[in-house]
C-alpha cells in the first residue's frame, strides 16, 4: 500500500504514511461535519422509528431442553446430537440456532440444572440433575407455632437443678516395669 503512494520528493515511507494519515483525519473530520448538517437538530423533526418485531411466544431454549432431557430413559444421558434431533422433532430449527441451544446447554449445566456425563463445555452427555430439582419443603403452620411461643410464655420458669456434674477422674493404672 505505502509503495503505491507517491507524495512528493524526499519524503520516503515514514513521510507517506504520515500524509495518508492526515489525509484520513480531514476527511473523518469533513465527514462529521457533513453529518450533523443533515442531523435533524430537535427530536420533532427526526423520523419515528418503526415498530420491532413481537417477541415469538412459546417456551425458552432452556426449557425445551430440561423437557427433551427430562423425556429420555437414558441411563447415561443424552448426547448434544441426540438432544438436537429431539428438538427438531419438536419442532425448533436447530440448524439456524445452533449456538442458541449451545449457550443455553452451557448454561443450565453452569446452573447446575443439567448434569454433564460426559465431555467438556457443550459436548458430551446430559442428564437432570436430581439433587437440584426438589420441591421445597412445606414450612409448620404459623399459627401452630404461634400458639406454642404463648405457652411458653405464660409457664413459670423451671428451677435449676442443685446437682452438680462431677468432674471424671482417669483411672490410674500400674506402670509395667
Known amino acids: 500500500m505505502s509503495?503505491?503512494?507517491?507524495?512528493?520528493?524526499?519524503l520516503g515511507?515514514?513521510?507517506?504514511?504520515?500524509?495518508?494519515?492526515?489525509?484520513?483525519?480531514?476527511?473523518?473530520?469533513?465527514?462529521?461535519e457533513k453529518i450533523k448538517a443533515t442531523a435533524p437538530e430537535t427530536v420533532e423533526d427526526a423520523p419515528?422509528?418503526?415498530?420491532?418485531?413481537?417477541?415469538k411466544a412459546g417456551p425458552s431454549v432452556s426449557d425445551l431442553i430440561v423437557k427433551a432431557v427430562s423425556a429420555s430413559k437414558e441411563r447415561s444421558g443424552v448426547s448434544l446430537a441426540a438432544l438436537k434431533k429431539a428438538l427438531a422433532a419438536g419442532g425448533y430449527d436447530v440448524e439456524k440456532n445452533?449456538?442458541?441451544?449451545?449457550?443455553?446447554v452451557k448454561s443450565l449445566v453452569s446452573k447446575d440444572?443439567?448434569?454433564q456425563t460426559k465431555g467438556v463445555g457443550a459436548s458430551g452427555?446430559?442428564?437432570?440433575?436430581?439433587?437440584r430439582v426438589k420441591k421445597p419443603r412445606?414450612?409448620?403452620?404459623?399459627?401452630?407455632?404461634?400458639?406454642?411461643?404463648?405457652?411458653?410464655?405464660?409457664?413459670?420458669?423451671?428451677?435449676?437443678?442443685?446437682?452438680?456434674?462431677?468432674?471424671?477422674?482417669?483411672?490410674?493404672?500400674?506402670?509395667?516395669?
Open 3 to 10: 509503495a503505491a503512494v507517491k507524495c512528493g520528493k524526499g
Open 13 to 32: 515511507k515514514a513521510g507517506a504514511k504520515r500524509r495518508r494519515q492526515a489525509l484520513r483525519k480531514v476527511l473523518r473530520v469533513k465527514l462529521k
Open 48 to 55: 419515528q422509528k418503526t415498530a420491532t418485531k413481537p417477541k
Open 98 to 104: 445452533n449456538s442458541r441451544v449451545n449457550t443455553a
Open 113 to 115: 440444572t443439567l448434569l
Open 125 to 131: 452427555s446430559f442428564k437432570l440433575n436430581n439433587k
Open 138 to 177: 412445606k414450612s409448620p403452620n404459623k399459627t401452630k407455632r404461634a400458639a406454642t411461643l404463648k405457652e411458653a410464655d405464660n409457664s413459670p420458669p423451671k428451677a435449676r437443678s442443685t446437682k452438680r456434674k462431677t468432674a471424671r477422674t482417669r483411672r490410674k493404672v500400674p506402670r509395667r516395669k
